[in-house]
């Protein structure tokens, strides 16, 4: 049994190597063979809905991966509606999808990116970086920053006129330079589906987080959460506690989302369709040794 994770962007997108990418090199599963016995659509395109359909009606297995309320388009919608199974990456996101779509779900998490290094905040030296789809949620907070340096890595274009800040354009060896330079990561409330791999891959990197309330950082130990401004000036004053507290946070983030959970979850989901998808419809006995080979790497 072959399995192909279904993305129409490249590793410049966060989606791309947290949704497709990863999970296919974990699993040892292709990216955009759209030949393979189970095709996962992750961030689905309204262009999609043919190919899934086909895939169906073929007897192969189609499912859809929300990790962003991607079903606002009706083909979108469609495919989530007929897909064999549903992922999503949150427990916000898949009670939205059951309110929405009136669809069950499977999560499956982001998994970190980056190795772990030491925690290292020593002082005041602020980073955010993120899609500039949340550009909106830094400029909101800008202003009480800007006795503070800080910096911004994004596509530099989408954050013009943002005051007294370095903008860098994105990119893996630019998050992990700043990353090593920063002493905090803030993160403003964003919208309440995303995921917190943002937050995650900070916390992996040794920075202490400043977060607002967001529902997927309700449980993790060691960041301050509340009003951004107190967090950054609390820190000032307790650089070892922030250490320590971070070192907290990365034994959580160690244990709650690396690939092996991922890797089983994906495991367990695609199981079910090894022999017979719940519809009924065979798609071969291959599946049994490749499954069983499956392995994190």
């Not at 970086?129 to 800007?146: E, K, Q, V, W």
């Not at 006129?161 to 060896?173: C, D, H, K």
């Not at 401004?229 to 070892?240: A, D, F, N």
Request: hydrophobic residues 40%; aromatic residues 8%.
């Amino acid at each position: 049994m072959r399995v192909s994770f279904i993305h129409s962007n490249d590793e410049q997108t966060a989606s791309y190597r947290y949704r497709a990418q990863r999970p296919a090199n974990a699993l040892k599963a292709s990216v955009n063979d759209e030949s393979a016995d189970i095709l996962v659509f992750a961030k689905p395109k309204p262009s999609q809905l043919p190919l899934l359909q086909r895939v169906q009606a073929e007897g192969r297995i189609a499912i859809v991966d929300c990790c962003d309320v991607h079903w606002q388009k009706p083909s979108v919608m469609t495919m989530i509606a007929e897909a064999d199974a549903v992922t999503v990456n949150t427990p916000y996101m898949q009670a939205l999808v059951q309110e929405d779509c009136g669809r069950s779900s499977t999560i499956i998490i982001d998994p970190y990116e980056y190795d772990e290094v030491p925690p290292h905040c020593e002082g005041v030296n602020l980073l955010w970086y993120g899609h500039p789809n949340n550009a909106d949620s830094f400029n909101r907070i800008a202003p009480l920053m800007a006795q503070y340096p800080f910096k911004i890595v994004t596509n530099r274009s989408a954050m013009k006129g943002t005051a007294s800040a370095e903008v860098l354009e994105w990119s893996i060896p630019v998050m992990l330079r700043e990353f090593s330079r920063a002493d905090i990561v803030v993160m403003p409330e964003t919208a309440p589906h995303k995921s917190a791999n943002r937050t995650i891959e900070a916390i992996r990197q040794g920075c202490f987080v400043v977060a607002e309330p967001h529902p997927s950082l309700v449980e993790f130990p060691g960041i301050w959460i509340g009003n951004i401004r107190e967090g950054i000036l609390w820190t000032s004053t307790h650089l070892e506690e922030a250490r320590a507290r971070t070192t907290e946070a990365q034994a959580y983030v160690r244990s709650r989302y690396g690939l092996e959970p991922m890797v089983n979850a994906w495991k367990t989901l695609l199981r079910d369709y090894d022999l017979t998808s719940a519809a009924g419809k065979s798609i071969g006995t291959a599946g049994s040794t490749l499954m069983a080979s499956m392995a994190v790497r």
